[in-house]
């Protein structure tokens, strides 16, 4: 692990540049996500972006789509930055600047000399003075509110950075029960103070990482007790993730109730609600609507794209109760025996070999594999035949959502 720099050292000091990127390089990096054929950290790594940001620029051309076909052909309506009204008001603004003392300052001037032409409490703002007097707004900022730490802080700060270089998933809370320990008395909130100041966080996930989208409903639990005696009376969605040699990849499936066949499934380098809306299109274009269609929590088969779908057929949307893992117990006991008898064995090593595997897999587990609790036939036959499956899901933990 590379050692963070301490507070107040040269190395922090330094200001870091913030990485831009052009319209045409997200767009790239973007379409190359789209395609699937790598994972985001492999092309984070190939590109020296973060994978989250490979992901929004996905989402981003994803949802954007399809609004380059809904208005309509003809000129584009003038924008208003473009309005009379606004450019002679620019260009009012711009001749009180030259009009005024600018064109007395030099800008040959070194940036030090220049930063004192700033005027706080000036007619113009601070953000314009900057951009004439060309000079960084966070330098103005920074050199007005100094801060200077005494000799006990900076010490503390050596010690922050041995105790977090050598233990980084300890938070304020440790580090002060460590100091203590070691005969140092100190505050946690200076603790606190220091380290957001140098920038350290414990690995740890962060709070609230499981809290529902407010603008997605929850729906109850519509299986509880019901006898599934014939296909597509009931279907279940789920996503697990694949682990690879370089990364993960998600993966979503809809199994029937009755027979356990997939139905359709899908991959995706990223988790978003796009691959589970695509699964769930291509089951109903390959099979019946299901009366019952059930799921987890998951915000993407809570969102309205997802929902708007299910309703739109007809059917009966079923929510998991928070966690009631045997509420989906079928399509889960399909991702254990997916990765125990599959994946697991195989260890793909990139998104490629995982692609040309995934027809492979779901095809022998409903055409070849037989099912003890199904007389040994095959899911396939079962759906096709209408005989041999069924299944009751009973709450052992009695009623709730």
């Known amino acids: 692990m590379t050692k963070p ?4 050292s040269e190395e922090m000091s330094e200001k870091r540049k913030r990485n831009t990127y052009n319209a045409e390089f997200k767009a790239k990096v973007g379409r190359e ?6 994972t985001v950290n492999e092309m984070g790594q190939a590109y020296g972006v973060h994978p989250v940001q490979v992901s929004k620029w996905k ?3 994803v949802e954007q789509a399809g609004t380059r076909f809904e208005g309509k052909r003809g000129p584009k309506p003038a924008a208003e930055q473009d309005s009379p009204d606004r450019l002679y008001s620019e260009m009012g603004r711009l001749k009180m600047e030259l009009d005024g003392d600018w064109l007395k300052k030099n800008r040959d001037h070194p940036a030090m000399s220049r930063q004192g032409w700033i005027e706080a409490e000036g007619a113009r703002s601070i953000v314009r003075q900057c951009e004439r007097a060309e000079v960084a707004r966070a330098t103005v900022y920074a050199h007005r509110h100094p801060s200077q730490e005494n000799a006990t802080a900076l010490l503390l700060c050596r010690l922050l950075d041995e105790i977090y270089t050598r233990r980084p998933l300890y938070g304020s809370r440790r580090i002060v029960a460590e100091r203590r320990a070691q005969g140092h008395e100190v505050n946690r909130k200076c603790v606190q103070r220091l380290m957001r100041r140098m920038g350290l966080a414990a690995i740890a996930p962060g709070p609230h990482t499981r809290r529902p989208h407010p603008q997605h409903k929850v729906y109850p639990y519509r299986l509880r007790g019901i006898q599934v005696i014939r296909p597509n009376q009931g279907c279940s969605t789920d996503i697990t993730y694949v682990r690879l040699a370089r990364g993960f990849c998600d993966r979503v499936a809809i199994i029937d109730g009755y027979s356990r066949k997939v139905l359709s499934e899908r991959l995706s380098n990223t988790i978003d609600a796009s691959f589970c809306l695509d699964c769930l299109e291509e089951a109903l274009r390959l099979n019946r609507p299901p009366e019952v269609f059930n799921s987890d929590q ?8 997802f929902t708007s779908v299910l309703k739109r057929e007809g ?5 998991d109760g928070r966690g009631r893992a045997f509420h989906n117990i079928f399509v889960e006991r399909l ?13 793909d090593a990139d998104l490629r070999e995982v692609t040309l595997g995934l027809l ?16 040994d036939e095959t899911p396939a036959t079962v759906y096709r035949t209408r005989q041999g499956g069924g299944a009751l899901i009973v709450d052992k933990y009695g009623p709730g959502r």
């Open 5 to 8: 720099p301490a507070w107040g």
């Open 33 to 38: 996500a789209i395609h699937g054929v790598k």
């Open 59 to 61: 989402k981003a051309i």
């Open 298 to 305: 998951g915000a993407q088969n809570t969102a309205e794209p």
């Open 315 to 319: 059917m009966t949307i079923s929510i």
């Open 335 to 347: 991702w254990r025996t997916v990765k125990h008898e599959d994946t697991d064995l195989k260890g």
């Open 360 to 375: 492979e897999d779901f095809s022998f587990y409903n055409e070849e594999r037989p099912h003890q609790a199904q007389a």
